[in-house]
């Protein structure tokens, strides 16, 4: 495991959220999702055939995160960060509109 870094190292195993402004001002349920891996770096995808994973999402840092227990997970952190490159890949060729 890499030496951690005190700014990222709190967001290792988590779902991300960040608030899209204007519209989370007036319907505060809706925001944008990412994923960060066992280093604490974000991946999200940002717009067609776009996944940024090198740590900025693509509306602002993460406002509220979800820790997840990989604790039952077989393969463990290894295992984690190999799901989220291999679903990063899938979403590099898909489409996306937000509308």
């Not at 951690?4 to 988590?14: C, M």
């Not at 717009?47 to 693509?58: E, I, L, S, T």
């Not at 509220?64 to 290894?78: F, H, Q, T, V, Y």
Request: charged residues 15%.
């Amino acid at each position: 495991m890499a030496p951690s870094n005190n700014r990222t190292e709190h967001l290792s195993f988590t779902i991300l959220w960040s608030p899209l402004a204007p519209i989370t001002w007036f319907f505060p349920f809706i925001g944008h999702t990412g994923i960060a891996n066992s280093q604490g770096v974000s991946s999200d995808f940002q717009g067609p055939y776009y996944v940024g994973d090198q740590g900025r999402m693509a509306f602002g840092p993460p406002t509220r995160s979800l820790k997840i227990d990989i604790g039952d997970l077989n393969g463990g952190a290894e295992r984690w960060d190999e799901a989220i490159e291999e679903a990063n890949q899938v979403y590099r060729g898909r489409m996306h509109n937000i509308c």
